[in-house]
Structure formats: structure tokens, C-alpha cells
């Protein structure tokens, strides 16, 4: 069967949700369903236990053309013979050569993949065999309560896809101009002079106080426009102590 082309964010079409000997059909709708809500549409079932209908269709409530899609594969290998990147996901630690990654760490490498990549889910009962895991580029264990790590299997397809999804469309913050560095001189050498015309500087701790300053302006990272405003209202301040007969030294 071909794979389906619905609608989903573009950065995630190369990405395949592979279910490795599923034995409740309810958790193969479940997961088509968590599918859907995370732009994921193309899965593999490996030797499902119960047929597909009815149980999967009612639990997929608006997802059935991800389960009409669904493809059959016999062994975990045929279902990822033309993947590039293969994630194993598992609850508990195994006898592995890799160290397991959260799903956050995992959807940039996902994302990056030029190929297919299959995100590959365990039987309910068991989870995945070490033997499957050696077919792993990465492995995806899902932070959990130590004392209970084992999640419902689509609500673990859910997890990892959500992860995927805010990657995949979660624009990158958007940078505000910021002060230039002799805006900011400027700006920190205004501000000592006012501080010291009133008297908060000048008891010997006036290093740390400006270099308390600037981390604070560090972190604000400031516009110029900001720098401009902040640098007025030093000038009022310089203004008003002035008139109160405070003797001012030369302004820049
Ligand atoms: N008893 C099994 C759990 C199987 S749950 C075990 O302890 O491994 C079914 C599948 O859901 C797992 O094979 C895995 O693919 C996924 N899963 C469940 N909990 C997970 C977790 N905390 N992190 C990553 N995957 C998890």
C-alpha cells in the first residue's frame, strides 16, 4: 500500500512510526491517532497480533486513512530495509552500546535525516529485544518516574512525536537588535555619573555595584532604542539633582 501524503508539517514526511509485534489493536488506533496530532501519517506495523478492525478504527476516532495506509512487514528488518535512521525507543535501560537520549535531544538528529527514519515502539508486554536494539542508530528513553517507567505504547508514540512536532514547527526565537558595545560604554558611563551624583556610589564597593549593573543590562540585552530611553531618563535625573544645587560634572 502507498504511504500516505495528508496534509502534515513538510519537515516531518520522511518520518516513519514503526510498531514492532503490537498486541492490543486499541493501542494500534491510539497511536494512529497520536500520529495524526503530531503531523505524523506513514506506519509500519511489524506482525500485529489482532486484526486492524474493528478495535483500531474505533480508538483512531479521525485517523483512519493513517491505519488504511498502514503497511504490513513480517520481521522488524523488512520494515526498516530502506530507513537511514533508525530510533529504538525504551523504557528500561538494556545491555546496550548506545546511551539512551531523551525525545527532545533525539528530533533535531530526526529532523536533520536526509532519508527515512523510523522511530521504532516495542510490544506492550515486553518491549523491544536487545536483539532489536542492536538495529538502533539511537535510542529514545522517555523521562519518567524511575519507579515506574513503562508508558502505555501509544501514549509513548505520542510523547516522542510531540517532541518532533514542536522541532519541526517552533520558528527559532527572533532576535531583536541589540546596543552595540559603545552604545552601552556610553550608556554605563552616564549611569556611574548619575549614581555618584546621588550618592550610591563613592563607599568603596563601586566596582561591584557597576559590575552588578551590567550583568543585569547584560542579560536585558537592551535596543538601542532602549539604551536611548534608559540614557533620558538619566538626563532627567541629572536635570532635577542639578536644580536641587548638586554639582554636576562635565556630561557626555
Ligand atoms: N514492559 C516494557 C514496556 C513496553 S511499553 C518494558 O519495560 O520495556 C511498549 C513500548 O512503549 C516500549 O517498547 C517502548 O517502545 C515504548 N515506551 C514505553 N515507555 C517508554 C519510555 N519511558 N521511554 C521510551 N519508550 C517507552
Not at 526498516?80 to 535512521?85: E, G, I, P, S, T
Not at 512536532?165 to 552601552?184: G, K, M, N, S, V
Amino acid at each position: 500500500m502507498a504511504e500516505p501524503s495528508a496534509a502534515s508539517p513538510a519537515a516531518l514526511e520522511h518520518v516513519v512510526v514503526v510498531l514492532v509485534h503490537p498486541q492490543e489493536a486499541n493501542n494500534i488506533g491510539a497511536t494512529a491517532r497520536a500520529m495524526r496530532n503530531c503531523g505524523l501519517t506513514r506506519l509500519r506495523l511489524v506482525a500485529p497480533e489482532e486484526p486492524l478492525y474493528p478495535d483500531a478504527y474505533r480508538l483512531a476516532a479521525g485517523a483512519h486513512a493513517v491505519l488504511d495506509q498502514a503497511r504490513l512487514f513480517p520481521a522488524l528488518d523488512d520494515a526498516l530495509a530502506d530507513c537511514a535512521l533508525v530510533i529504538g525507543t525504551t523504557a528500561r535501560r538494556r545491555k546496550s552500546r548506545l546511551e539512551p537520549l531523551t525525545p527532545r535531544e533525539a528530533a533535531p538528529l530526526v529532523l536533520a535525516c536526509s532519508g527515512l527514519a523510523a522511530l521504532v515502539f516495542g510490544p506492550e508486554r515486553t518491549g523491544l529485544t536487545n536483539q532489536e536494539l542492536d538495529r538502533c542508530t539511537y535510542l529514545v528513553t522517555i523521562p519518567t518516574d524511575p519507579t515506574f517507567p513503562s508508558l502505555n505504547l501509544a501514549q509513548a508514540v505520542l510523547l516522542v512525536g510531540y517532541e518532533l512536532f514542536l522541532a519541526a514547527t517552533t520558528p527559532p526565537p527572533r532576535e531583536h537588535p541589540t546596543a552595540t558595545a559603545r552604545e552601552l560604554e556610553n550608556f554605563y558611563a552616564h549611569l556611574q555619573r548619575v549614581l555618584t551624583i546621588a550618592g550610591s556610589l563613592g563607599h568603596g564597593a563601586d566596582e561591584h555595584m557597576m559590575r552588578t549593573m551590567r550583568e543585569l543590562i547584560s542579560r536585558a540585552r537592551p535596543t538601542p532604542r532602549e539604551v536611548v530611553i534608559l540614557r533620558g531618563v538619566l538626563s532627567e535625573l541629572e536635570r532635577t539633582m542639578g536644580a536641587r544645587g548638586t554639582t554636576l560634572p562635565h556630561s557626555q
